[in-house]
């Protein structure tokens, strides 16, 4: 099996050589145990966390052992009934080429005619968690008008168009042109954060929606959360799903100089983290798992080829360069 390590804690934006790629002949299987060989690979901006070496909702990744993530491939031997050879499934032994676990580690595809990787993605955590944001935190309701930051990513882009079916009017917020258009073709209302609108970031978002938002959908903090305060209605309620803009800062900066509109507009802000609300998996895929397989629900992919691609499909995470799901194919 060849899998990634890190060597250290990265300071700031991890560097490329933090990253080691090593090879292990893998034991024989024990009783229980199954090898996977891995198709897709899901790297997902909670890993940078779990790189700093300290514990918060999830255990930090170990320096020099094999990095986790969530991946899908095939089962190639097998020693659990239930995973015979030839199973598809999906797993967190990601970031590896080959990964041996116990079959109770494991779970196989939902049955929707949806390429596989879909379930690391529109179908899988990231989908997910838009769906719960969305509906179970900010409570959003038909008609609200809703603001989504990161809007064009792997959560994101549900988020913006789970928004619209259910009636809203939805802005969205991201870094690109080619991202603005994709969220314009899709009936989003589209602001970039950089550029002129960096320093008024406010007006932008006023000149978007002038009556301000009922939900907020935050994925990435900073200069699109204080705009965001600025827009609120009053009774508004924000999601904290992510804060990807503080993800490689070493020390906590300043919070947003505005949070008393907190109080002002009479507003509820929630952080939440999805695995909390994987009893409810079922009841998303069964909303959201048709819309995927009729095309009603698009999706995009941003793919890296190849297992020494994976940092680089990560780090790219923090640049922007992904539409969609960040995604490595094997
Ligand atoms: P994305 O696909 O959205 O990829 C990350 C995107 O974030 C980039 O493409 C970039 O888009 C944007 N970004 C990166 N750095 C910055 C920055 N400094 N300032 C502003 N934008 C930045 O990732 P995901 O959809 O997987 O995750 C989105 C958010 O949701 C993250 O904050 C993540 O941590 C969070 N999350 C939370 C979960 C939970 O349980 N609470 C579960 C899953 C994800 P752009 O070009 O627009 O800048």
């Known amino acids: 099996s ?16 933090l990253f080691e790629l ?23 901006p909670y890993m940078r966390g779990r790189m700093s070496g300290v514990t918060t909702y999830i255990e930090p ?13 095939e089962v190639i031997e097998s020693r659990a009934a239930e995973f015979p050879v030839g199973t598809k499934v999906r797993h967190m032994g990601g970031w590896r080429d080959v990964a041996q676990l116990p079959g109770a580690e494991l779970e196989t595809l939902p049955a929707y005619e949806v390429p596989e990787q ?17 509906n179970r935190i900010a409570e959003m309701q038909e008609g609200d008008n809703v603001l989504v930051s990161g809007a064009a990513g792997a959560v994101g882009s549900l988020a913006v168009q789970l928004a619209k079916a259910k009636g809203g009017t939805v802005v969205g917020i991201a870094g690109s042109q080619e991202k603005l258009d994709w969220l314009e073709a ?3 209302k589209a602001v970039s954060y950089k550029g002129k609108n960096a320093p008024q970031l406010t007006e932008a978002l006023n000149a978007a929606c002038p009556e301000g938002f009922d939900v907020y959908y935050e994925n990435v903090g900073g200069t699109c ?22 993800y490689n800062d070493d020390a906590p900066s300043a919070g947003p100089g505005n949070l ?22 079922p009841q998303f895929l069964e909303e959201v798992g048709p819309q995927v397989e009729n095309g009603r629900i698009d999706y995009e992919e941003t793919v890296e080829e190849g297992l020494e691609r994976t940092p680089d499909a990560f780090l790219k995470l923090f640049e922007g360069a992904n539409r969609g799901k960040m995604l490595v194919r094997l």
């Open 118 to 134: 879909a379930y690391l993605g529109v179908l899988g955590m990231p989908g997910m968690t838009a769906w719960t944001g969305l």
């Open 225 to 246: 959360l204080e705009a965001a305060l600025n827009t609120l209605k009053v009774g508004a309620r924000i999601a904290v799903c992510g804060m990807i803009a503080r």
């Open 61 to 73: 990744f170990e320096l020099n052992a094999p990095l986790e993530g969530a991946a899908i491939g």
């Open 2 to 17: 060849r899998f990634f390590t890190i060597n250290d804690h990265p300071q700031g934006t991890p560097a490329r050589e």
């Open 260 to 281: 008393a509109m907190i109080l002002i507009r009479r507003a509820r802000m929630e952080g939440f983290i999805v695995f909390d609300h994987w009893a409810h998996y």
């Open 22 to 44: 090593h090879e292990q002949a893998l034991p024989e299987l024990a009783e229980g145990e199954v090898r996977v060989r891995n198709s897709w690979l899901s790297v997902d």
């Open 186 to 188: 899709h009936g989003v």
